[in-house]
């Protein structure tokens, strides 16, 4: 099952998209997560990047386009994959169709978390993670059981995105309503397009995703 998960920055794609892995057996592809790491290893793609994402804004296509391209075909993805934070433009959206063209391959459901701007800054600016197993927290909202250990794996290991600040999460919402909402119409268009309310509690939320899943329309009127 391919699925793309769209949705402001905040929106909880990357939570959905860790319990749909383990619900359906495809795989997270989070270009954000791919940035990083190649910020961390200091490649020459990392070091494009920085200083784009420290400000909010998004890295140009080509080089999103270029590291996403092998990551499809990949052995990982052979049951399918979930897509997070990909496409952000609609010439991602053009390009993610030609590849998956050429791979033979096509989109199950593309489906759209809906949340309130308001809510998001505050959402984004108190999360924080294990930096062992990737656990999410939240300052407010969810906290470890025991202060400073990972309630999952015991770490003691905490860490927060360089762009979870205030700032730049204005910066993330000014880029997604210009840039990445043009791509809504574009998958209405195409069929196979849902919405969810991301406002609701997160087991709620899977709950939704599972049911449009459970209930797609048969492909070519099949
Ligand atoms: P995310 O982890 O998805 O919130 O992405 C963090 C940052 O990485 C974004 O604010 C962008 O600067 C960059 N980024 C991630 N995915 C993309 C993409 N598909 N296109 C352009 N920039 C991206």
Not at 20 to 33: F, R, V
Not at 48 to 72: H, K, N, T, Y
Not at 110 to 135: N, P, W, Y
């Amino acid at each position: 099952m391919n699925l793309i998960l769209l949705g402001p920055p905040g929106a909880g794609k990357g939570t959905q998209a860790k319990l749909l892995e383990t619900l359906y057996g495809i795989t997270q592809i989070a270009t954000g997560d791919m940035l990083r790491a190649e910020v961390k290893a200091g490649t020459p793609i990392g070091k494009q990047a920085q200083a784009i994402m420290a400000s909010g804004a998004l890295v140009p296509d080509e080089i999103i386009i270029a590291m996403l391209r092998s990551r499809l075909t990949g052995p990982d993805c052979a049951a399918g994959f979930i897509l997070d934070g990909f496409p952000r433009t609609v010439p991602q959206a053009e390009a993610l169709d030609q590849m998956l063209d050429q791979a033979g391959l096509s989109l199950d459901a593309v489906i759209e978390l809906k949340v309130d701007d308001a809510a998001l800054t505050d959402r984004i600016a108190g999360r924080f993670s294990c930096a062992q197993c990737g656990a999410g927290y939240h300052d407010e909202w969810k906290t470890a059981l025991v202060p400073g250990v990972c309630d999952v794996c015991g770490s003691h290991d905490f860490v927060r995105r360089a762009d979870d600040n205030r700032e730049t999460v204005a910066a993330r919402l000014v880029a997604y309503h210009a840039q990445t909402a043009p791509i809504l119409p574009y998958y209405a268009a195409q069929g196979r397009f849902f919405q969810v309310d991301g406002m609701a509690p997160m087991a709620d939320v899977t709950r939704e995703i599972e049911i449009v899943l459970a209930t797609l329309p048969p492909r070519d009127g099949k």
